[in-house]
Each structure stands twice: as C-alpha cells, then as structure tokens.
C-alpha cells in the first residue's frame, strides 16, 4: 500500500528506468506551488519509446491502485502528461524537452537526488 507522495513519484521513477528514460529528475515543488508535491520529468529517444515510457508508467502506478486524473499528449508523443493528483509526470521526446525547459521554469523547487530514493 502506498503511504504518500514521494512513494508515489518513486514508482514513477522506478518504471522510467525500467524502460531506459533518459536524465530523469524528481522535483520537489511543493513548497513553491499547491498543484502537485512532485513533478516526474524524463525523456525518450523517439515517440515510440514516449509512448513505451507513459504506457509503464500507468501499468506501475495501476498495479500500485493509483489512480490516472488526466492523460494529455500521448497520441502525439512529444510531451505525455500523466497527472495523478499530487504527482505529475512528464514524459518529453528529447528535443522537445529543452523547448519547454521545465526544470528553469521550476528552478526554485527541490531538486530530488535520485539516490537517496528507495529504488
């Protein structure tokens, strides 16, 4: 059973590495916004392994009995959003992600270390 937030980002992370995402970073962004805890970015090499990335995503967070809120973008694959309440996911094909820049759009929120998670 799921305990909070950062659990829950972790099984996002976990299922990004699982199928190989590239420069996956955890933010923490709760401090600096009441839309979500964490966002989960990461990206893929082409739309297909965009698409692979998203669809492990939500098999790892249904298998976890989290609930998906909002899909957006899958069908075009340069930018899936997964939306599950407190933790937001986005999965970005790798030109497109320095485009939106996410992480400088965010720079005042927590950067995650990814080693110090339980993965």
Known sequence: MVKD?????????????HKKAKDIVLLGIYKVSTIADFFVIASG??????KALADEVDKKMFEAGI???HKEGYSDA????????????????????????????????EKVELDILDI
């Open 5 to 17: 937030t950062k659990e829950i980002a972790e099984i996002a992370v976990k299922a990004l590495e």
């Open 45 to 50: 090499a082409s739309f297909v392994q965009v």
């Open 67 to 69: 609930n998906l809120h």
């Open 78 to 109: 340069r930018w899936v959003l997964l939306d599950y309440g407190d933790v937001v996911v986005h999965i970005f094909h790798e030109r497109d992600r320095a485009f939106y820049d996410l992480e400088r759009l965010w720079r005042d929120a």
